[in-house]
Every structure is written in structure tokens, then in C-alpha cells.
């Protein structure tokens, strides 16, 4: 079992910056991929950022490439996703999620764990 917890979120004005992070527990936090997905309301979930097992590759949403960066420190089991330049569409509810299987996928399905989210909200 992987237990991961989101802290980090809340409401900002258009143009400013948070930082999330995902605190993981459990299994050996190295040996998974991470992600970061959102959801606003009455849409998909959908795919922020993910990073492998040793941080040194990652990939990004075109709508938050250059502005948001995904990273982990495998020392700590954590997972940081800073943000800058938010948009009002960036408001959803943020979640990261761990991959067991390296499938290093964008969709929900390939992440076996996640975290019960953070609320990001963007004033416009």
C-alpha cells in the first residue's frame, strides 16, 4: 500500500504561484513514478506533470509547460509541484498519484495509488 497526502493549495490571484507537494508513505517511495492530475468541476480528471523513479525525466500538459515544474526528493517521499503564472483555468482540485508499474502513462488508469487532493483556486 502507498499512502500519499497533497498539501500546498489555495486560493491565489491570477499571475501568482503555489507550490504543491505529496507526502508519500508506504512502500519505498523510489521505486514508483509519480504524477500530478487536476479536475475542475463537471470535467475529466486530467494530466498536470509526471516524473520517474529518479527524477531526471519528466513531462508535462502543453497547457502548463514552462509555467508549472514537477520534481521529488526521494529522501524525503516527496513530490513538489511548483506553479507560476496561474490562470483562472487552472482552478481544479489537485491529486498526485503513484505508478508501480513504470507504465509513465497520462491517463488516471495507469497510476495504482492517489491522494485525496488539493483545492487550487485562481481569481481572475
Known amino acids: 500500500q502507498v499512502q500519499l497526502v497533497e498539501s500546498g493549495g489555495g486560493l491565489v490571484q491570477a499571475g501568482g504561484s503555489l507550490r504543491l507537494s505529496c507526502a508519500a508513505s508506504g512502500r519505498t517511495f523510489s521505486r514508483y513514478d509519480m504524477a500530478w492530475f487536476r479536475q475542475a468541476p463537471r470535467k475529466e480528471r486530467e494530466f498536470v506533470a509526471r516524473?520517474?523513479?529518479?527524477?531526471?525525466?519528466?513531462y508535462y500538459a502543453d497547457s502548463v509547460k514552462g509555467r508549472f515544474t514537477i520534481s521529488r526528493d526521494n529522501a524525503k517521499n516527496t513530490v513538489y509541484l511548483p506553479m507560476s503564472s496561474l490562470k483562472p483555468d487552472d482552478t481544479a482540485v489537485y491529486y498526485c498519484?503513484?505508478?508501480?508499474?513504470?507504465?509513465?502513462?497520462?491517463?488516471?488508469?495507469?497510476?495504482?495509488?492517489w491522494g485525496q487532493g488539493t483545492q487550487v483556486t485562481v481569481s481572475s
Open positions: 498519484a503513484a505508478d508501480l508499474d513504470g507504465l509513465l502513462g497520462v491517463r488516471p488508469t495507469a497510476y495504482d495509488y
Open positions: 516524473i520517474n523513479l529518479s527524477g531526471d525525466r519528466t
